[in-house]
């Protein structure tokens, strides 16, 4: 499978717990997205990589939020003492942006459920 | 941030029947995306639309570009039982697609 690949699919926590999520972008693509989805909303955009900088975070991403992608391929997306308000579903998605610039398409993996107690 | 309205929010619809849904923006974009959501699983892209007034299928689905660049289309013909699933339409906020925008989804429901 080439696709997007996120682990753990499902994680349940204890609030004040800490949480690591992990995404395999499709292996050519520069960009590398996260977004946080809740129940009947659309995907909510959190930070963007082009290779291993971090060059958008939206507001969502408090300080207990942090992503890293150290060599430009995999990321991870840790909250830190979570709170029952983090309970989403965590989506990574994927792009390849080149010069032209002709359009931007983005992949999703299939998504870390995560579930705060 | 930019919200997509999305209509209707939700349909119920005989197998067979066509489904058209659209979706519309105050800002005007470039690209417009269409998803397809099944339950705790991650958006599947279904078609891309990069130039207005486009139009593109991809098998039993068409959308298209608004020439305005301020809404896009989405008809599915025919439809099936797997076509259930929740429909979502993106558009990037600027040029360079640094971020997506997504709507609030299409709930769609065939009744066999």
Request: net charge neutral; charged share 15%; with cysteine.
């Amino acid at each position: 499978d080439t696709g997007v690949s996120q682990n753990p699919r499902h994680k349940i926590t204890k609030r004040g717990q800490n949480v690591t999520f992990r995404c395999d972008p499709i292996s050519e693509h520069n960009r590398l997205y996260w977004y946080r989805q809740t129940l009947g909303q659309g995907p909510e955009f959190l930070t963007y990589f082009q290779n291993e900088a971090q060059l958008e975070k939206s507001r969502l991403l408090s300080d207990r939020f942090s992503a890293e992608r150290p060599k430009g391929s995999f990321s991870t997306l840790e909250i830190q003492r979570t709170e029952q308000g983090d309970s989403a579903m965590y989506l990574c998605a994927s792009s390849l942006v080149n010069l032209r610039a002709v359009g931007n398409t983005i992949y999703f993996g299939e998504g870390s459920w995560l579930t705060v107690v | 941030g930019q919200q997509l309205n999305q209509s209707p929010q939700s349909m119920f619809i005989q197998e067979g029947e066509d489904v058209s849904m659209n979706c519309t923006s105050s800002s005007i974009f470039n690209t417009w995306l269409w998803y397809k959501q099944d339950p705790g699983e991650g958006p599947v892209l279904l078609i891309a639309l990069y130039k207005a007034g486009e139009l593109t299928s991809n098998g039993r689905l068409t959308a298209q570009f608004g020439i305005t660049r301020k809404d896009s289309f989405l008809n599915i013909s025919a439809s099936i039982p797997s076509d259930v699933g929740i429909y979502f339409c993106a558009g990037p906020r600027s040029n360079t697609g640094n971020q997506f925008y997504f709507g609030t989804g299409t709930s769609l429901t065939v009744i066999p």
